[in-house]
Structure formats: C-alpha cells, structure tokens
C-alpha cells in the first residue's frame, strides 16, 4: 500500500511552513481532525519519522471519517485512493 494518508498526516502534524494562507488553513484543519488518530495509533513515534509513516498507513483504513475527510478536502489525498483502500 501507498503511504500517502500516512506522509500527508505527518507533515501536517509536524509545524512544517507552509506557503499561501489557503494552505496554511488546510494544513490546521487536516492538523486538529487527525490529532486524535495519530495518538491513538502511532503517538510512540516521533514526527517525520520513518517508523511513523509505516504505522500510519498501517493504519490508514482505521483513520476517522473526519481526519479523511480534512486530508481530501485539503487535497492531500484523492478521494479515488480512500474508495481504493476501503475496496470500494
């Protein structure tokens, strides 16, 4: 599997600048409604690290509705990859 949903949750997560105030607003909102999913699955691994990437999309069909909702409406990850890894 891609580690798509796990990369785009991290940079989000990790205070990275962004350019464009539009992309810093994605980024916030993709930052609060995945919060809860990183702690929940991956919280032991530092941010940016290989290990978190690996756990994240380990876990990436486990994410809540609203963290993939935030990474689809920032355009982080397409809707077709979320239908593809949910089998749909």
Not at 2 to 23: D, P, Q, R, W, Y
Not at 26 to 53: F, H, M, P, W
């Amino acid at each position: 599997m891609k580690s798509i949903v796990a990369g785009l949750v991290i940079a989000s997560l990790s205070a990275v600048c962004f350019t464009g105030a539009a992309h810093a607003d994605y980024a916030k909102i993709v930052q609060q409604n995945c919060r809860t999913d990183y702690k929940k699955y991956c919280g032991e691994y530092g941010l940016e690290s290989t290990a978190l990437r690996a756990c994240m999309d380990r876990n990436g069909n486990s994410l809540s509705k609203a963290c993939v909702q935030a990474l689809v409406k920032s355009g982080e990850v397409s809707q077709a990859e979320v239908n593809r890894r949910k089998g749909h």
